[in-house]
């Protein structure tokens, strides 16, 4: 057998692991888009990507690593900097308590309102629970904590500003949720801005409470 140049086979082009992590989360979450969190195997993310399935293996662990990436990624759930809408957090706790939870409950509709793809996997996780919808949560419940343990400690009544923020967060949640599909909510338009900006309104007067 020749060893010669010309019978050598051609070198093998380096990996490029950025690209192939992008590659890999954009398969993820085009299948949970399409298919829930039934629809993630490796195998199935690994042809969607156009890349060995092993690459997720390396790179991430496995499968729920590669998930728990996406989950803690600075673009794909709102930040705790997202929730405060560019101001710091002395910046927020120089407003009254009930402006900070308008302003961070409207915040957060907003990013999702910019988030197809989290909207879509919300609705997926209402339907199904698995060790992958465990880390998604986990990764929201972590940031909900945070704002509350940073922004929010000066509320004496704890108990109450956890039940409101639960009301609240859900509240505008559902009706990011619903506004995918349908317009319409107790005759609010949901596809436009001002209607928005009235919830924010709304949420500061149903917040007064706090600032007691």
């Given amino acids: 057998m020749s060893n010669s140049p010309e019978s050598a086979p051609p070198p093998r082009a380096p990996r490029n692991r950025a690209l192939t992590e992008a590659k890999l989360r954009k398969a993820v979450e085009d299948l949970l888009v399409e298919g829930g969190f039934s629809a993630l195997t490796p195998s199935a993310v690994g042809r969607r990507?156009?890349?060995?399935?092993?690459?997720?293996?390396?790179?991430?662990?496995?499968?729920?690593?590669?998930?728990?990436?996406?989950?803690?990624?600075?673009?794909?759930?709102?930040?705790?900097?997202?929730?405060?809408?560019?101001?710091?957090?002395?910046?927020?706790l120089a407003l009254p308590v009930n402006e900070r939870a308008a302003l961070v409950i409207f915040n957060n509709a907003r990013a999702l309102l910019e988030r197809p793809v989290v909207l879509e996997l919300m609705v997926w996780e209402l339907v199904e629970r698995n060790a992958l919808t465990a880390i998604m949560e986990e990764a929201r419940e972590a940031l909900g904590l945070r704002?509350?343990?940073?922004?929010?400690?000066?509320?004496?009544?704890?108990?109450?500003?956890?039940?409101i923020a639960a009301l609240l967060s859900a509240g505008v949640t559902y009706l990011a949720l619903r506004r995918r599909k349908i317009r319409w909510y107790s005759g609010v338009d949901l596809t436009l801005d001002e209607s928005w900006t009235d919830f924010a309104d709304a949420i500061a007067l149903m917040t007064a409470t706090l600032n007691a």
């Fill in 147 to 163: 704002l509350l343990s940073e922004l929010f400690s000066d509320v004496a009544d704890e108990k109450r500003l956890r039940s």
């Fill in 49 to 92: 990507a156009g890349v060995d399935k092993m690459l997720i293996y390396r790179y991430f662990g496995d499968l729920r690593g590669l998930v728990r990436a996406i989950a803690y990624a600075e673009d794909f759930f709102p930040t705790f900097e997202v929730m405060c809408g560019g101001l710091s957090a002395p910046q927020m």
